[in-house]
């Protein structure tokens, strides 16, 4: 049974809580013998929703947690208080060394603060780091960091390049990846005083591929595979990203429906353009993962669906078995230079 | 003759100098008798060109100016080393009194530099911010700063706040702007260390309508007038929107060509397409003025056709006869709480 991975499923967190949840973890167990969810929440709630689905029973357990954290709560107060909550259950069982990941759609305050404080970081990293994913012209870029403790060190920069090129080379199997840090432009004088610091820290990394600065422009483009800001920053373009996105779209369908040869054009590209928006679309690469904790942490949107939970379970498997938390550990230990 | 707006028009600026920037010249003064354009560059080419329309020969005059600075070279140097380029000339005629607004889409770092080493700054600005404005789902926000200094102070955001309330009150006919300040949440306790200490200081501020925070995502939806942030952090903005826009559309394009389908429905879409494009273009409103400076320096897109550089030089008329620096002075002179 050493290749079964354990995933807690917070039943309970999410826009589309319970249902959502407890249906993508249905559709893993599905689709991959190598895991156990364990579904953390409201018992009589869940046990109702799964007796909808067929399942293999071995592969699900339930994991019972009174309390539920609302999005709205205070982190650190949610996570001192609500002892019993699905977060709070589950991030206790990664620390026992009961489950090996844990996945949820809530409050992400509260999972960040969870995290850090129930979970704990791995011996070395100084800060974990959300770090998602983001849809480019070229595939996929990780985005590190995007958590809630803004305002890094040069250190803390240097380790979430070492963290996310691990992930994107043993998880996404980008060889090699590149490496870029965002700055106000390509020269070499550009730069506040944190991306001035960390610049020639990156440089001297032998352990990335640092490709040098990248301006927000060309992020989109593709231009590396990992895109390391501190989180204030990683803030304002995983949002602007989304916002700039669903207004473009907003006003082209506005466009559209002022003639009626837009409106038949419309009808006619609708499969094509829907086609594009899902390329274009992080949720079918599963949530984000908290980095550098003893246990793997994925954050999920808030408005995840079934397949988001599904996708983010699965991602758990191959983060377990890539073993990139040891992979981790051995990198942030070794010196920068020799 | 009081009327009359004078500009300084760099002719050896931009991408496509020094035909744009003098056929714009050209337009701007066949659409306005409240102008007079100095076209400042090297004289036989500023000449030859000109001699290509039809326009009140009173109403454009030729300042010979032998250098060109490239947008590669390092501003600081530039500005020192050139004095008689095209920007180190016309914005010693603002410093001189004998021009009223210079506008250039030549190299952004020169201009900026070149702002504030020769025009000055207003007694009292601190920081003269660039500040584009960026198109949005309701009209036009001001991203204000996107200048070449970043690291900013408090005192320079609150600073920014009243310069753009009053830019987008006087020039773009805006009622109460609402201020908000670029924050990673909406929530109280939300901000890295400057948002934090600015925060209160903008709520304390009695000339601004200030509506708080606005994260990213909000912004492209058009949540508040003036846009509030560092240029590290408004540099990345104002590059990612450019960035996100255009592989989207890029992607959008390449899947309608996938299918006859597809195709069809594009040729039918072009139309509104690029109306919808349009709409979202920042071109269209002019350049980005640095604020805060003894006379105004507008400073275009590098990519500016004539039509940009015309309603840049049209833009500054406004400028002028509103009395935005008058405005700024008596603004910034002022104690901002009773």
Do not use: W
């Not at 991975?5 to 917070?10: C, G, I, S, Y």
């Not at 990780?142 to 994107?168: E, T, W």
């Not at 094509?272 to 246990?295: H, R, V």
């Not at 996708?311 to 040891?326: E, H, R, Y």
């Amino acid at each position: 049974m050493d290749n079964i991975v354990r995933v807690v499923v917070d039943a309970m967190g999410g826009d589309n809580a319970p249902a959502a949840p407890i249906k993508g973890a249905v559709e893993a167990v599905n689709e991959s013998k190598d895991v156990c969810v364990y579904l953390a929440g409201q018992q009589d709630v869940i046990i109702g929703e799964l007796a909808k689905y067929t399942y293999p029973a071995d592969q699900i357990k339930v994991v019972h947690a009174s309390e539920v954290i609302e999005t709205a709560e205070p982190p650190v107060k949610a996570i001192r208080g609500k002892k019993d909550s699905s977060i709070v259950v589950g991030m206790n069982m990664l620390r026992h060394g009961e489950a090996d990941a844990f996945v949820s759609a809530g409050s992400t305050g509260a999972v960040l603060v969870g995290g850090q404080v129930i979970v704990g970081r791995i011996k070395g990293v100084e800060r974990p780091p959300l770090a998602p994913l983001i849809p480019t012209a070229k595939g996929m870029s990780l985005l590190i960091d995007c958590g809630a403790n803004v305002d890094a060190r040069p250190s803390h920069l240097v380790q979430f390049a070492k963290m996310g090129s691990i992930y994107m080379e043993h998880i996404m199997g980008v060889k090699n990846p590149r490496v870029a840090i965002v700055n106000n432009g390509a020269e070499e004088e550009k730069g506040n005083a944190l991306v001035k610091e960390t610049f020639p820290l990156l440089k001297a990394c032998k352990d990335i591929n640092f490709v040098g600065s990248v301006e927000a422009r060309d992020i989109p483009a593709g231009y590396a595979d990992v895109i390391v800001c501190e989180a204030f920053v990683g803030n304002v373009i995983l949002k602007l990203y989304e916002g700039v996105g669903s207004v473009l779209i907003h006003k082209i369908k506005e466009g559209l429906m002022s003639s009626a040869r837009g409106k038949i054009g419309g009808l006619l590209i609708k499969p094509a353009l829907k086609e594009t928006m899902k390329s274009f679309d992080a949720s079918e690469y599963g949530g984000a993962p908290l980095l550098g904790l003893k246990g793997l942490v994925v954050k999920s949107h808030g408005s995840s669906d079934a397949k988001e939970i599904k996708n983010s379970v699965l991602q758990c498997i191959d983060f377990s078995k890539q073993d990139i938390n040891g992979k981790i550990k051995e990198n942030i230990q070794k010196p920068d230079e020799e």
